[in-house]
T-cell receptor
Framework: GAGVSQTPSNKVTEKGKYVELRCDPI?????LYWYRQSLGQGPEFLIY????????DSGLPNDRFFAVRPEGSVSTLKIQRTERGDSAVYLC?????????????FGNGTRLTVT | TQLLEQSPQFLSIQEGENLTVYCNSS?????LQWYRQEPGEGPVLLVT?????EVKKLKRLTFQFGDARKDSSLHITAAQPGDTGLYLC?????????FGTGTSLTVIP
């Protein structure tokens, strides 16, 4: 079966613009995570969904960031009024249950560049 | 924020050498996972350790979970160029996975 799919793979936008990043998890995975990663660093947690609801959104840096998962499958990360500091690789991962014994399956990420 | 510190941050070694990567935290985790990431790709799971003191072997890789479940180590024997990548530990706190700061390994042929 297909793995986690993220689109677009690259996104260049101007400061102040709005962007949407899409994540298609593995079918049947109830847990979905968004992370942000800078070059050579570990992924930084943003938000975790269990089904349709955000179980933990404590990692969202400010109210410009928002994520949805309306049908418990595809998720969209939305960033308003982008800033140059938002430039990073945004990773999405899904897992069967969301517990520690259930591995995270990552997509290849969306590289966001804010000019 | 539960911080997982990895050391060393960068490691460059010759093929055939042994190495150990450390993952330390002041927090207790119910389980800990190790991932390897290559450029342009997402991290890929290597192993999950659950029990304090647990040791798992995966070919030339040996993983250990500390007795108190706050730290872990990854030992690679006879490193090969194919081992090159970013190694990440991730602790499960029950609601999310916290990733370590990462260890970038380069194995020179």
């Amino acid at each position: 079966g297909a793995g986690v799919s993220q689109t677009p793979s690259n996104k260049v936008t101007e400061k102040g613009k709005y962007v949407e990043l899409r994540c298609d998890p593995i079918s049947g995975h109830t847990a979905l995570y968004w992370y942000r990663q800078s070059l050579g660093q570990g992924p930084e947690f943003l938000i975790y969904f269990q089904g349709t609801g955000a179980a933990d959104d404590s990692g969202l840096p400010n109210d410009r960031f928002f994520a949805v998962r309306p049908e418990g499958s595809v998720s969209t990360l939305k960033i308003q009024r982008t800033e140059r500091g938002d430039s990073a690789v945004y990773l999405c991962a899904s897992s069967v249950t969301g517990t520690g014994v259930s591995p995270l399956h990552f997509g290849n990420g969306t590289r966001l560049t804010v000019t | 924020t539960q911080l997982l510190e990895q050391s060393p941050q960068f490691l460059s070694i010759q093929e055939g050498e042994n190495l150990t990567v450390y993952c330390n935290s002041s927090s207790v985790f119910s389980s800990l996972q190790w991932y390897r990431q290559e450029p342009g790709e997402g991290p890929v799971l290597l192993v999950t350790v659950v029990t304090g003191g647990e040791v798992k072997k995966l070919k030339r890789l040996t993983f250990q979970f500390g007795d108190a479940r706050k730290d872990s180590s990854l030992h690679i024997t006879a490193a090969q160029p194919g081992d090159t990548g970013l190694y990440l530990c991730a602790g499960d706190s029950g609601n999310q996975f916290y990733f370590g700061t990462g260890t970038s390994l380069t194995v020179i042929p």
